[in-house]
């Protein structure tokens, strides 16, 4: 089965490590389109930078998150990551 659908597209950063990275994806939570992604992350932007913060570290140890994005992904569930289509930035570290 393969659809379109928008996520969050979110990477981590070791801390130790900074080379070392792991991608997240908002399986859980999507959106029709950019623009309702948007109004989302803008509304629960501490809630999900916490999130994504607290997660990693539950699960990968010491990490920081370098990027988030709103992505319009081509879900092929025969295959682990989704093809990412386009994707504009809602969070980068330091930016």
């Known amino acids: 089965m393969k659809g379109i659908t928008v ?5 981590l950063l070791y801390t130790g490590d900074p080379q070392k990275t792991e991608n997240l994806y908002s ?6 389109s950019y623009d309702q992604c948007k109004l989302f992350y803008n509304e629960y932007q501490a809630d999900i930078l916490n999130g994504l ?12 998150v370098d990027y988030l994005a709103c992505a ?3 879900l092929d569930f025969n295959k682990k990551h989704p ?13």
């Open 83 to 95: 093809k990412v289509l386009s994707q504009v930035e809602m969070y980068k570290k330091g930016g």
């Open 72 to 74: 319009e992904v081509e």
């Open 7 to 11: 996520i969050f597209l979110a990477t």
């Open 27 to 32: 399986w859980q939570i999507t959106f029709q």
């Open 53 to 64: 913060l607290d997660h990693g570290t539950k699960k990968f140890g010491k990490i920081e």
